[in-house]
């Protein structure tokens, strides 16, 4: 017998409607009844209640490697939660699944061993040094008891530095102190978690925590939707909850914003439209921050795809899905790319490095002209400061 974790209640409220179906990216990719959530749900609830004579007459009812396959091809967008008529939260579900099939020796995938792996030695998925994370920062001051740590992440900080230096450089323009943890920021550990793996997280997790304390700042900001998650949703569950403000940079442009300390000094002539990052949005409900800053910037005209906000389309990257199935991945962006040019945007604006990354690889296979930009290089490029009149030729 098999001991099924804390689900019951949801294994017993599936309606096995199949609403959320339609909504799953990752069935579009692989359109096997045992990949949607509701067929994932039935195969679970079949081991609950399987006994010694499903053995006698020969019915596989195990956790085996199709199973555990099927589990892993999932973004834990939590695209299904948002269409549940029973109010399943999938976001937890999923993840909660994937823990409790390692503990039963399944799982996860080999692409997710290297993850973990590279976690334990370098502190990062990427296996690159610790040494040389902080090495994006920009010509900016960097403050002893700064007014903020900002915490790039593992994917600014290793692949995507423009938008980490564009995000330092805005708030340095705004008059806001800054300072980050260099070879002391740690993976948040959201690519450990999303997959299934919390073994790393309450260690990783006091550590962030106390590195940033000891830095004396009032808040910390993350350039990343993921890093925000954890941070805020995920470290109460396994070590404890800041004790500072965490923000994402989204949110506390916004609030530059409010207080007017943001100058503008250049117009941004362009048509743009915003993804949301399932980590940003359906996960910790930031909606609204992220479209009033693109609103905010001078030349800007704002326009909505198909599917916003609650209802948005996945990436494709998150869930160590892009991680082990990477031409699915970006497949599923190359789709909300094509919904974003239906709209005659120019830019695609977004609030996550990995969304950034996922879609200009999709709009680079697909040669789309959109330019996929985070918000934060859009901010820099609007508050640059103003060229020095040159002398006239005498």
């Given amino acids: 017998m098999v001991k099924l974790p804390n689900i019951e209640r949801e294994i017993s409220a599936c309606l096995q409607c199949g609403y959320c179906i339609r909504t799953c ?12 959530p509701r067929g994932k749900i039935f195969y679970i609830s079949q081991l609950g209640k399987r006994t010694v004579l499903d053995r006698l007459l020969g019915r596989k009812v195990e956790i085996d490697d199709e199973f555990v396959e099927a589990l892993y091809m999932c973004t834990t967008c939590a695209a299904c939660a948002s269409v549940c008529h029973v109010g399943i939260d999938f976001a937890e579900f999923w993840e909660k699944v994937r823990e409790w099939c390692i503990e039963n020796g399944q799982g996860p995938m080999p ?39 900002f915490f790039a ?105 409010k207080e007017k300390r943001v100058k503008f000094t250049k117009e941004l002539k ?22 009033e800053v693109i609103r905010a910037i001078p030349g800007v005209e704002f326009v909505e795809m198909k599917n916003i906000r609650e209802s948005s389309r996945c990436c494709g990257a998150g869930g160590g899905y892009k991680s082990q199935y990477n031409d699915m991945a970006i497949a599923i962006a190359i789709e909300r790319v094509k919904e974003a ?22 709009a680079k296979k697909i040669g789309a002209k959109i330019k996929v930009m985070d918000v934060s290089e859009m901010l820099a490029m609007a ?3 103003e ?3 040159q002398p006239a030729a005498q």
């Fill in 25 to 36: 990216e990752t069935w579009r990719q692989t359109p096997w009844e045992s990949v949607t």
């Fill in 111 to 149: 692409a997710h061993v290297k993850i973990r792996e590279r976690l334990e030695e370098s502190r990062n998925p990427y296996g690159e040094p610790m040494e040389k994370r902080g090495a994006w920062y920009p010509d900016v001051p960097k403050a002893d008891n700064p007014d903020v740590v």
């Fill in 153 to 257: 992440g593992c994917t600014a900080s290793y692949r995507m530095q423009n938008l980490a230096k564009a995000s330092v450089v805005f708030l340095n323009r705004c008059g806001v102190s800054t300072n980050i943890m260099e070879g002391d920021e740690w993976c948040c550990t959201s690519p450990a978690l999303r997959t299934g793996q919390t073994g790393l997280t309450y260690r990783f997790s006091e550590h962030n925590i106390s590195t940033v304390e000891h830095m004396g700042a009032k808040a910390m900001v993350t350039a990343c939707a993921g890093c925000y998650k954890t941070t805020v949703h995920d470290y109460g569950k396994y070590y404890a909850h800041p004790t500072f403000e965490v923000f994402h940079f989204a949110q506390y442009a916004n609030r530059l914003l």
């Fill in 270 to 291: 362009a048509k743009v439209t915003y993804h949301d990052p399932c980590h940003l949005g359906r996960h910790a409900k930031v909606y609204d921050e992220p479209r």
């Fill in 341 to 362: 040019v239906a709209t005659g945007a120019d830019i695609l604006a977004t609030t996550c490095p990995f969304c950034v990354l996922n879609l200009q690889q999709a």
């Fill in 383 to 385: 508050t640059e400061p």
């Fill in 387 to 389: 060229a020095p009149v």
